[in-house]
């Protein structure tokens, strides 16, 4: 079992465009959540997803952050227009069923010129 | 609110000393509580959590509801100790993670 999977591990954008950053579960895993951290700062919960739902997303900015992870292939978080304050580290973890261990990436570092 | 706390940015400790990480909790009802780990260059990966009550690298946790503190603590540390420590609450709603700051622990030969 290769683990969750992250890609790319950098990602360097400039202001306006679009980021996409990709997670794939580790395998048998249908639960996916998103975290982030921001520069000296704990790992803060952005979305939880299962196959083809978002179950929770307190944690999403309201504007310009999405994220999906459909029936088939990665689960993707978008940011459009980044902004600065958008570069931080991108961290995604998987788990089997709800309330099981979280396995966690390698994060996707993510820096807005 | 949940919260957890981590007072500490960087504890500084040499070989063979006693190591204590500490982790403050606000929570309304029956916390999980963990810690992971992040060694350098490393992912983030789970150290131990309080209802499976191990041991892990003689690393123990000890959760007390009427401090709400979830200390980690070993007797001895070792240089491969030194990481990145974050102490995590899991929301029984939705499993979702809440993580502290995070403490560096750096064990000095």
């Known amino acids: 079992n290769a683990g969750v999977m992250q890609n790319p591990r950098h990602l360097v954008r400039r202001r306006g465009q679009e980021a996409r950053l990709r997670c794939s579960p580790m395998k048998g895993h249908s639960h996916v959540y998103w975290y982030r951290q921001l520069p000296e700062e704990g790992l803060k919960f952005m979305v939880y997803l299962q196959k083809e739902n978002i179950i929770d997303e307190s944690g999403m900015p309201k504007e310009r952050f999405s994220a999906e992870f459909p029936k088939e292939g990665p689960s993707i978080l978008r940011i459009q227009q980044v902004v600065r304050g958008d570069s931080a580290a991108y961290f995604c973890a998987s788990s089997p069923p709800q309330k099981e261990t979280q396995y966690f990436g390698p994060g996707t570092r993510l820096l807005v010129l | 609110a949940q919260r957890v706390t981590q007072p500490e940015k960087l504890l500084s400790v040499f070989k063979g000393a006693p190591v204590e990480l500490k982790c403050n909790y606000s929570y309304s009802g029956s916390p999980e509580l963990f810690w992971y780990v992040q060694y350098s260059r490393q992912r983030l990966q789970l150290l131990l959590r309080?209802?499976s009550r191990e041991s892990i690298k003689g690393f123990t946790a000890d959760l007390n509801k009427g401090e709400t503190s979830f200390h980690l603590k070993k007797p001895f540390a070792q240089e491969e100790d030194s990481a990145m420590y974050y102490c995590a609450l899991r929301s029984s709603n939705t499993g979702k993670l809440i993580f502290g700051q995070g403490t560096t622990l750096q064990v000095k030969p």
């Open positions: 309080h209802i």
